[in-house]
């Protein structure tokens, strides 16, 4: 074996007996050493057959006590600490396996168990930290050690030396005295250590006890006392009287506890400021009275007394505050207290006193009043016209003495002098009579006495209400006429005198006497007044009020008059005139009031221009209203309001229709009116004819003057109306170029006349040149152009712009889209040129040709610095001098359009040959579902159809009026638009370029406003239909001529049946 031994004695090896070998063992004894702790015990084997010996160690855990414990003081004088401060104290205790247990304990009793070990150095430590206390003093503080094989606990202590102060200082005894008298105090400190030695202080100045002592204190200190007696001065009150602990060990600290010094003494003198002795106050007046004294201790309690009785603010405080009792104040040496009055009565002739102590001082008020009180003595209560009244006027007190008189409501009353009474407040009393004679006019009457003081220029009244019982008497102010209006309200009001009031009001009517308790529409209000409601024009009459109390009756009449709102009795709709008469228009109504200027007209109309009366004289007498017209024209045909207001609510309106009467008149279109369509007999078109009349037009048709048979199944014709607007349309079959290519005449006629147009219907052709073209804007590089277009030839139509450079070689084109545009802006211009326009209509059989001068027009830009806008359509007159540069652009069409004609050519004709071939065939279909159909849809979308086979009117509303150039072939009408898409004005819109005589509106105001329910319905409800026709929804239309037959009857006064029950009850 190899390491420490401590007394080993190897053994030899013994056998086993379980086994066939032999096992050598090794049992070593060591007595192991604190050092010996941690060290490895290694035991070697060694054999030959081994090339190295076999090892095996182990650690040696060695248990062991550890060392004593040390404290670790702070500072140099061990045990000594002083009171309040923080003690930081550590414990140490080295060496031990396992490391010490460390615990502090005071005077035996454990305070921390926290304790802390390093491992590495077997060091153990607990830190204790305490506030010391004085209490603490002659603590011993000890730490102990041990660890679970120390066979006692190890241990170090110390002993705490406290040093603390006196905790407080105390004196005792009184530090009040009066002037020139011993005071005797004491002053004892709390416990110390180490003592402290007590002084006294006067202010500045230090006084020697007489006598001092010190027993001892708590936790090993010392009590000091000190005795002090000496005489006070006045001079010495209010000083500061100290005592003072000091002692050498508490340099930076001082302890003292003073004293006030309170050395009492009387006031020296006493007197009262305010007014003069024997000045006149008046009641009311303010006053001040102020008590002073000088000196003093304690301040001196200033009394104020008035005539020996203490003077005390009222509890709880009055308003206005009569007296005010101020507090004590002091200014210096002088005290004093204030006493503030508002005079009265009572305080005349008054002592009043301050007192202080002994001393007192007091000054006398003289207060002049007005009467205290001013009585009224009667010797009757109940009173009756003609009995006679005394009464008497008693003035209770004044000063000086008062004046008394009587009055009347404001008349001076003749009155006797009664003697002279005493009075209190060392005032005068006065006492004056007057007799009167009653009447009920005198009843309410006031009756004042007044007492008036010619020095205080004020005056006292009391009156005296009479109380004359006579019978009813209606006043002057009594209402005779009562205006109520129709189903509202009416009180008729009662002006009665009477006294006592009257027991009962009777009202009577018609000779039917009302309900005390009142009915259906009917109550007697407690005033007597009569309150009625629901009122008719059958409650209007006289009324009679009859009266009475225990004195006797009195009976009145009262008129109500009811005012109800107008209603129309009589209105004539429609009313008729011919063109240029004269016609009334009038309006009867049945109201109360009729008022004169209680009717008004209007007319009603979209256009503001529409609505002007100012040609129509108004014409109004008693219960009739006139708008009287002369020389009736169109545009006063229409819709009119009949407003009657007499100021009742509601107004009444009554509408009534003008009709003006005239002539057709028929659209002329130029130039003449065409229609294309294909003549192979297989195709049909459709003629429009519109004209306006009031009556109602018929129409009538002939082809190149022979009248037309509409029984040829080959021809159908749809009349429409509109208000003055009239349109047939007469529908053409199978037509046939040698047939049909004709002129047809349509005639309109009513009882005023008739007039005519003709409509030409030729072959599919080229358009037409489109006319009327003109320049709407320019700019220096673009120009805006507009134009008409013309007659399409029956077939789908395009415009082309060709246009040139004046002086510049060949032109260029512009296509226009959309192809029905009339509109449109050419661009690519330059500034300050000269150009020529010209624009083509084609369709598939060619274009219009350059012939038609109102399809070209000279323009000329505008250079930049020329404003742009309205077109200069004046020619210029001369070339522009100088050279002119060529445009690139139009230099690059013209030869790309060179190089292109020369490479078609060859095959031009051949294009040509197959299109008017394939055109031949496709014409019928073209006709038939081409856009001019459109053109027809819109034309009558807005129409509806009404009445029978024979006579077919509707309302039509069209889209425009230029020249109508349609093909058409069957005829097949659409369902209208929504109410919200239909324009009525849109078929007028250009009447005035078309110089017609007549206002595009007419009658469309009152239809549009007024029309009979189910009159926006599909309008060819009633078309008849062939076999082959598409099937119509059958609705029936009312007649729009009858929608102002229901006014008469809509005016007719609401009957009684029409109210609830209880309101249609008589009053009586």
């Not at 076999?54 to 060392?67: A, E, Y």
């Not at 009055?318 to 007296?323: A, G, I, K, N």
């Not at 007799?435 to 009156?463: I, K, W, Y």
């Not at 394939?918 to 027809?936: P, Q, W």
Request: with cysteine.
């Amino acid at each position: 074996m190899r390491g420490p031994r401590r007394n080993s004695s190897p053994q030899r090896p013994q056998p086993d007996d379980d086994s066939d070998s032999r096992t050598p063992t090794s049992h070593p004894r060591v007595t192991p050493q604190s050092s010996d702790n941690g060290q490895l015990l290694v035991c070697e084997g060694s054999s030959p057959a081994l090339d190295t010996p076999i090892r095996v160690s182990v650690t040696m855990n060695v248990l062991f006590p550890p060392g004593p414990p040390v404290i670790e003081w702070p500072g140099l004088d061990e045990g000594h600490v002083r009171a309040g401060q923080s003690l930081e104290l550590l414990c140490v205790a080295r060496g031990g396996n396992p490391p010490a247990t460390l615990q502090w304990l005071k005077n035996g009793q454990p305070m921390s168990t926290a304790w802390g070990t390093e491992h590495a150095e077997a060091v153990a430590r607990s830190m204790l930290v305490m506030v010391v206390r004085p209490e603490d003093h002659g603590a011993r503080l000890s730490c102990e050690a041990h660890n679970s094989v120390s066979t006692g606990i190890q241990e170090r202590g110390v002993t705490l030396q406290v040093t603390f102060p006196p905790s407080a200082i105390t004196i005792l005894g009184s530090a009040s005295q009066s002037e020139n008298k011993n005071v005797t105090l004491s002053c004892i400190s709390k416990s110390s250590r180490p003592r402290v030695l007590l002084r006294w202080w006067l202010g500045w100045r230090q006084l020697v006890p007489t006598e001092e002592m010190v027993v001892d204190g708590l936790h090993g200190g010392h009590i000091s006392m000190s005795n002090l007696t000496f005489l006070v001065r006045r001079e010495d009150n209010g000083l500061t009287l100290t005592c003072e602990a000091f002692s050498e060990a508490f340099t930076k600290e001082t302890f003292k506890k003073s004293l006030t010094l309170n050395v009492k003494y009387p006031a020296q003198k006493l007197w009262i400021e305010g007014p003069p002795e024997g000045q006149r106050l008046r009641a009311g007046t303010r006053v001040r009275l102020v008590c002073l004294a000088i000196g003093g201790n304690p301040e001196p309690s200033l009394t104020w007394l008035k005539d020996s009785r203490t003077v005390t603010e009222p509890r709880p405080p009055q308003e206005p505050r009569r007296v005010q009792l101020g507090s004590l104040e002091k200014s210096g040496s002088t005290f004093s207290r204030e006493l503030i009055l508002i005079t009265g009565p009572s305080d005349n002739q008054a002592k009043f006193t301050c007192k202080a102590g002994q001393l007192s001082a007091s000054t006398q008020l003289v207060v002049q009043f007005p009467p205290t009180n001013v009585t009224i003595l009667a010797n009757a209560t109940a009173l009756r016209p003609g009995d006679a009244l005394n009464l008497t006027c008693i003035s209770v007190s004044s000063n000086p003495p008062v004046n008394l008189s009587w009055d009347k409501e404001g008349e001076r009353l003749e009155s006797v002098a009664t003697p002279p009474r005493s009075a209190p407040f060392k005032g005068s009393a006065a006492a004056r009579s007057v007799l009167l004679r009653m009447s009920s006019r005198d009843h309410g009457h006031r009756v004042t006495c007044q007492a008036h003081s010619p020095e205080l220029r004020e005056t006292m009244s009391a009156f005296y209400r009479l109380n004359v019982l006579y019978p009813p008497e209606f006043l002057g102010e009594q209402v005779l006429v009562v205006t109520a209006v129709e189903q509202g309200e009416a009180l008729l009001p009662v002006s009665v005198s009477a006294n006592p009031a009257p027991e009962a009001f009777n009202w009577t009517f018609r000779g039917y006497r009302l309900s005390p308790a009142g009915g259906p529409r009917h109550r007697i209000l407690s005033g007597g007044a009569l309150q009625l409601w629901n009122v008719t024009r059958a409650d209007d009459g006289l009324y009679q009020l009859h009266c009475q109390n225990s004195e006797g009756t009195a009976e009145t009449l009262v008129r109500l008059d009811v005012h109800y709102a107008p209603t129309i009795r009589a209105l004539q709709d429609p009313t008729e005139v011919n063109i240029g008469g004269s016609v009334d228009i009038v309006c009867t109504v049945d109201a109360n009031p009729i008022l004169p200027e209680m009717f008004s007209w209007e007319r009603l109309g979209e256009e503001e221009e529409d609505q002007s009366l100012d040609d129509m004289e108004k014409i109004s007498k008693g219960s009739t209203g006139r708008l009287r017209i002369h020389h009736a024209k169109l545009a006063q045909a229409g819709a009119y309001q009949c407003i009657v207001d007499n100021g009742v609510a509601p107004p009444a309106r009554g509408l009534v229709r003008l009709v003006v009467r005239f002539a057709p008149q028929v659209e002329h279109p130029t130039p003449l009116n065409k229609v294309a369509a294909a003549g192979d007999s297989t195709s049909s078109a459709t003629l429009h004819c519109r004209a306006r009349g009031v009556p109602n037009i018929v129409f009538t048709w002939a082809k190149n003057g022979v009248p037309l048979d509409l029984e040829d199944p080959r021809y159908t014709e749809h009349t429409y109306h509109q208000g003055g607007v009239h349109s047939s349309l007469l529908t053409i079959a199978n037509v046939s170029a040698a047939q049909d290519y004709a002129l047809f005449t349509c005639t309109a006629t009513n009882p005023l006349g008739s007039d005519h147009t003709n409509i030409q219907l030729v072959s599919i052709s080229r358009p037409d040149p489109p006319t009327g073209l003109k320049v709407v804007s320019m700019t220096p590089y673009s120009v805006g152009l507009e134009w008409k277009p013309g007659f399409d030839g029956g077939l789908p139509q395009k415009f082309q712009i060709r246009y040139e450079a004046l002086g510049t070689p060949g032109f260029l084109y512009m296509d226009v889209l959309p192809p029905d545009a009339t509109t449109f802006t050419l661009t690519g211009l330059q500034p300050s040129t000269r150009y020529r326009v010209w624009l083509l209509a084609s369709n598939a059989l060619g274009d219009s040709g350059l012939t038609d001068k109102g399809s070209q027009i000279p323009i000329t830009t505008p250079g930049l610095d020329e404003p742009s806008g309205e077109p200069d359509y004046q020619l210029p007159t001369e070339q522009p001098v100088g050279p002119s540069g060529l445009p690139l652009l139009p230099v690059l069409f013209a030869v790309g359009g060179l190089l292109l004609l020369s490479n078609i050519s060859c095959v031009g004709g051949f294009l040509w040959q197959r299109r008017l071939r394939r055109l031949a065939e496709g014409i019928s279909e073209k006709t038939e579902t081409g856009s001019e159909e459109d053109r027809v849809r819109n034309e009558y979308e807005d129409s509806r159809w009404t009445g029978d086979q024979d006579t077919r009117s509707s309302t039509v509303s069209t889209t425009d009026v230029e020249p109508y150039y349609h093909s058409m072939k069957n005829f097949s009408p659409q369902l209208p638009p929504t109410l919200e898409e239909m324009s009525y004005l849109r078929g007028f819109t250009h009447i005035e370029e078309e110089n017609m005589a007549f206002p595009g509106h007419l009658y469309d105001e009152v239809e549009r406003l007024y029309a009979p329910p189910g009159a926006w319905g599909p309008i060819y409800d009633e078309v008849p239909m062939g076999p082959s026709d598409p099937s119509w929804p059958e609705e029936t239309y009312e007649d729009t001529r009858r929608i102002y037959d229901r006014v008469a009857g809509n005016l007719d006064p609401v009957e009684t049946d029409s109210l609830p029950f209880e309101l249609r009850g008589h009053l009586v």
